[in-house]
């Protein structure tokens, strides 16, 4: 009965989110969803049901909810509960620092109220993701809509999709984009905040959110030189995003084509393009334009992105100046007067010069640098754009308005949107969730290594970085101890001593010295080893065929490493030696005493020896010949090959 009862709640906050904004307004009714979702069947919410069913009228979704009320009721008749456990307003958070299985606990996804802002931090995709982990997942009614993503969706994924007040009331842990705002903060006392929070920026939100003990993972403080840290990087992947979407903004209102074109009515120059800023977003934004069909060039401060960008097919431009951009955490850092002076020259110059620019310089914890200043405006051809991606934290150039296309006098644009990953609010949202999907499941058994259990363990760098508030205790940035990779291995140099030219003559006898005294030993031990076969054996012939060995050997030795490999490599010329060698002494076992029998099959067993010893080294010998010719044939011209494949056959005749 109390699965029935769960199955006809879910289906009814569900409707009640999408026949035209009735809501539960039942006390009965909303009580046991949050009750339920706060015990230990809160799995149970996740039973799939039927969205598709909608109300004619009012009444209809009255007497729905009449009907469940009544099976709310028998199911209490029939089933015991702890008055303790009753709901009593805002279910307590439980992300204490203990383990948690996932089934405990319930991540709430939340629709985002930041004007213009079209993502939703969890898409189906990566809802299902944690679903499929453990986690129980509630989803605020229509949060993914305007990114393409019903709410059939994330029921189909397993997910419950509750109105705005049952999320925040069932959530243990909560999911945003957008920092939260002043309505918003309240709802999450004693919750876990999982978004960009910004807290250098949001400093008076980040102390209301200490004071009233939310944990707060900031998903913008990622350390991101940490290598695993790239799959939580909602930075990187929003901002390759804008990077794509910056060159389709420019080519909007860019008045050309971006690839050239020669056609009968006339010819049509490629765009140039500039891009300032060789990060994630600079590098999408490269490649794009190439895509396009554009000439690109771009410019850094950081010399180590000279690679990536010829990489991409784009031209580096230098300055002049022996000075390292990179700083902290791979971002850029803010460069001497000089070198300031010789980029402004060198701008200037490609200002007047190309159609398009996208500047996408930004260094944390300051404004934004300005670029291309009004001098650069001045001199760019009437209808070039600009795209201005740091516009947000003041912008990159002079003029730029964020949220606004500016114009100036010239006839130049100036794009200042703030919200271009929102711009592909899909693509976005997939994204974002699963950094955020990955991150949740990462936090516990990427250190302790017990999957199926959630555990904050600040020996996990990256949750040490992103957990900014904890338990009523503000950790940012007094706390964090910013990662750093480990110092490359230096290799312990060499120490030379110099020495006199006595020294290195001592140095010399004492090693001859020591040969000499090895090689005497060595001889000795075999002119004793050769004594005593002489003086204990009876047969002469023993010591003909010691002779004969030892000569073999000789003989062997010089052979083998004596072959140049002229006509093979130089592991098939030392093989096919040992098999010449090997097919020669066949042959003599076959003639020793071929006298006494007549006929083509061996009659004793040196014989046989010696016919499978020859067949064997024939195999071989004739093989590296093939492999060889084959191998040679790739660098020869097909007019000439007609000789390699008779090699084997001149070999079988002899």
């Not at 010399?303 to 960008?309: A, C, N």
Request: aromatic share 6%.
């Amino acid at each position: 009965m109390k699965s029935t009862s769960l199955k006809g709640v879910a289906l009814v906050a569900l409707l009640s989110s999408e026949c035209g904004g009735f809501s539960l307004s039942t006390p009965n009714l909303a009580a046991h969803v949050a009750r339920y979702s706060t015990r230990s069947s809160r799995r149970r919410l996740l039973t799939p049901h039927d969205s598709s069913k909608r109300f004619d009228s009012l009444s209809q979704f009255n007497s729905a909810v009449a009907d469940e009320r009544g099976n709310v009721e028998q199911s209490k008749a029939t089933t015991s509960f702890d008055p303790a456990d009753e709901f009593t307003g805002v279910a307590p958070s439980k992300i204490l620092g203990d383990k948690i299985p996932y089934s405990e606990l319930t991540i709430g996804v939340l629709k985002e109220t930041y004007p213009g802002e079209n993502r939703v931090s969890v898409a189906p995709e990566s809802a299902k993701m944690l679903v499929d982990a453990g986690f129980s997942v509630i989803v605020e009614s229509r949060a993914g809509e305007l990114a393409s993503f019903s709410d059939a969706s994330y029921v189909d994924s397993g997910c419950v999709v509750l109105p705005r007040d049952s999320v925040y009331a069932q959530a243990d842990i909560l999911t945003k984009i957008r920092p939260p705002d002043e309505d918003e903060v309240p709802k999450l006392a004693k919750k876990t905040l999982v978004g960009m929070i910004s807290p250098s920026i949001n400093t008076q939100l980040f102390s209301e959110l200490t004071e009233q003990e939310t944990n707060v993972f900031a998903l913008d403080c990622v350390p991101r030189m940490l290598s695993r840290a790239q799959a939580y990087d909602v930075l990187s992947s929003q901002a390759n995003i804008a990077g794509y979407r910056s060159v389709i903004e420019a080519a909007n209102n860019f008045p050309r084509f971006f690839a050239g074109q020669m056609t009968a009515a006339g010819k049509v120059p490629p765009a140039k393009v500039l891009v300032l800023g060789v990060g994630v977003a600079g590098l999408a934004a490269i490649q794009t334009a190439k895509n396009m069909g554009a000439i690109v060039r771009a410019f850094d401060v950081r010399p180590v992105t000279k690679e990536q960008v010829e990489s991409m097919g784009a031209t580096f431009l230098e300055v002049p100046i022996n000075e390292d951009g990179a700083g902290a955490g791979g971002y850029a850092k803010e460069m001497s007067e000089e070198y300031k002076a010789a980029q402004a020259k060198l701008m200037l110059e490609q200002a007047s010069e190309v159609d398009v620019i996208i500047t996408t310089a930004l260094i944390p914890g300051k404004k934004a640098p300005i670029l291309v200043n009004q001098e650069m405006l001045d001199v760019m051809k009437p209808g070039s754009v600009l795209v201005d991606l740091a516009a947000a934290n003041g912008g990159n150039v002079a003029q730029t308005e964020p949220n606004k296309v500016v114009t100036t006098a010239n006839g130049v644009t100036i794009i200042g949107y703030t919200d271009l990953p929102s711009r592909l609010a899909s693509t976005s949202s997939t994204l974002f969730g699963n950094n955020v999907a990955k991150f949740i499941l990462s936090i516990g058994p990427q250190t302790t290594k017990e999957k199926g259990f959630f555990q904050i363990d600040l020996e996990d760098d990256a949750v040490q970085n992103m957990l900014i508030s904890y338990n009523g205790e503000a950790r940012y940035p007094d706390k964090i101890k910013p990662f750093n990779p480990p110092p490359p291995r230096v290799e312990s140099s060499v120490e030379l001593v110099s020495k006199t030219e006595e020294e290195m003559m001592h140095e010399a006898n004492e090693k001859q010295l020591a040969g000499f005294i090895k090689n005497a030993g060595v001889a000795s031990l075999a002119a004793f080893a050769l004594l005593a076969f002489g003086y204990s054996t009876d047969s002469p012939e023993n010591i003909s065929l010691l002779a004969t060995f030892a000569l073999a050997g000789l003989a062997g030795y010089q052979v083998v490493w004596g072959v140049a490999p002229a006509l093979h490599s130089p592991l098939m010329a030392v093989t096919n030696a040992i098999s010449g060698m090997t097919a020669v002494g066949g042959m003599l076992l076959l003639a020793h005493g071929n006298s006494e029998s007549s006929g083509l099959v061996p009659d004793s067993p040196s014989h046989w020896m010696g016919a499978i010893a020859t067949v064997l080294s024939f195999v071989n010998i004739s093989g590296g010949f093939l492999i060889t010719g084959k191998m040679l044939d790739l660098f020869r011209s097909v007019h000439v090959v007609w000789h390699s494949a008779y090699c084997g056959v001149f070999v079988a005749i002899l």
